[in-house]
């Protein structure tokens, strides 16, 4: 909760900069989130398109506040503001300037991009490469919107973009005897669906050649519904988030061979609307065209085909030379080992004292009071208002007697009957509540 309300902020206060001083940053809200404005809406706020980055570059700002002041002790008079509450304050104040500084330096970032169009566009087959790779290769930050939506929804090749060209043309394209490249030359920057389908088929086969030899089903009950996917519809996000994280490195390795797929598919002239799966490749190329264009297609299946065998030889190497935890290769080994009653016992001690020692005041407080009420066994619900702890508990002969909860720290207790119980914490209530429910759900 506390980093859902901050990225809002976050984003209120990015616009709130952006209208307040338009010109200090080159950036015109009043275009609104047209593809190319480098603009998005977030919770019905224009903002910076920030993709992962910002979510990500938020998050860790959050998690490090928490973790540096929820635990945070305020005078008591202000303990009502301890906790949560204490960290969403102070991230708060760190988000001003922190969108200031995203202010001057995105919409940089945002502008190196668009520059870099213009490179791909007249840079051949190096261009098709780069702008592929880069396509692939930023899909977990979620900036590759960048790199192809313009090209594909906005003008950057075409006026109207690539797809709607594309759509637009084919029927000239089907009865015309000129290579599809002389009628399309832009079409390399429309070949992401050559790794979807191909590039899918051999990465696939190579997890599962891969795995265990007795985890091979399981495997293959979890790649084979993901590839087909894939390949028939070009969603690729359930077979390639397999490895993803589990294998970074073969995330830079397909990234190469998606970019490589697309180039030398682009340089013997395959060129289209593929950057889907096999039934955009039917509807919108093989059955309208091939008639005309039926050698380029089969030149495709080839190059496509080749690669699919590159890629599993690739996948299976560098999965088995570095054993990378793919699916079914897994380790399951724990450590096994025998202790004796005392051992135990006495470990668990040690362990719980450790623990003990470390924890906040609060955190104590809600062990002595749960141990207080007769475990978390006996307890049915868990409420609190401004200073007091709420318990419903199951057998109210359980509960200990005012003054145990005194020396535990509590300021008092109430037995208003019908099993309902309430401890009189003070403004720290909200801590020991969370505290306490941690300890019922353990």
């Known amino acids: 909760m506390e980093a859902l309300v901050i990225y809002i902020a976050f984003n209120y206060f990015v616009n709130a900069i952006l209208t307040l001083w338009p010109n200090s940053f080159a950036v015109d809200l009043s275009q609104g989130t047209a593809v190319g404005s480098g603009l998005t809406s977030i919770a019905g706020i224009i903002t910076l398109d920030t993709g992962m980055i910002g979510a990500l570059l938020i998050s860790g700002v959050v998690v490090y506040l928490h973790n540096r002041f929820y635990e945070k002790e305020l005078p008591e008079m202000l303990t009502i503001f301890s906790g949560s509450v204490f960290v969403t304050m102070i991230a708060f104040f760190v988000m001003i300037p922190l969108a200031l500084l995203m202010c001057v330096i995105w919409p940089i970032i945002q502008e190196g991009m668009r520059s870099m169009q213009g490179f791909f566009i007249h840079s051949g087959n190096f261009g098709v490469f780069i702008y592929q790779f880069l396509q692939k290769i930023l899909i977990p930050t979620g900036l590759h919107h960048f790199v192809y939506a313009p090209f594909a929804y906005d003008s950057a090749v075409v006026e109207g973009g690539m797809a709607a060209y594309w759509a637009s043309n084919i029927g000239e394209f089907q009865t015309s005897a000129l290579s599809l490249k002389e009628l399309y030359p832009f079409g390399g920057f429309s070949l992401s669906g050559m790794s979807k389908v191909f590039g899918t088929a051999g990465l696939s086969l190579a997890i599962i050649q891969a795995a ?33 994280f589990v294998a970074p ?194």
């Not at 590839?227 to 490895?243: N, R």
């Not at 057998?395 to 008092?412: H, L, M, R, Y």
């Open 212 to 244: 265990h030899p007795e985890k091979k089903k399981k495997v293959i009950a979890l790649i084979a519904p993901a590839a087909l996917t894939a390949i028939l519809t070009g969603i690729t996000e359930p077979i390639e988030f397999t490895f993803l």
């Open 249 to 442: 490195a073969l995330w830079g390795v397909h990234a190469l061979l998606d970019a490589s797929i697309a180039t030398v598919s682009y340089a013997f002239g395959v060129v289209g609307d593929f950057g889907g799966g096999l039934i955009n490749w039917l509807g919108l190329n093989w059955l309208p065209l091939w008639n005309f264009h039926g050698s380029t297609y089969l030149t495709q299946i080839m190059i496509g085909l080749t690669f699919t065998a590159i890629w599993f030889l690739v996948f299976t190497f560098m999965i088995k030379k570095f054993n990378l935890k793919t699916p079914g290769r897994e380790e399951d080994v724990s450590e096994i080992q025998l202790y004796s009653k005392a051992d135990y016992e006495n470990k668990k001690k040690t362990q719980q004292d450790e623990q003990e020692k470390n924890l906040p005041k609060h955190a104590r407080q809600a062990q002595a009071y749960l141990v207080l009420v007769g475990g978390k066994e006996n307890v049915l619900d868990v409420t609190n208002c401004a200073t007091r702890l709420r318990l419903t508990v199951k057998d109210t002969s359980k509960v200990a007697n005012p003054i145990d909860f005194q020396e535990a720290g509590a300021s008092g207790l109430v037995n208003p009957g019908n099993g309902g119980i309430q401890i009189i914490v003070g403004l720290t209530v909200p801590r020991v509540r969370e505290s306490f429910e941690e300890l019922i759900v353990k």
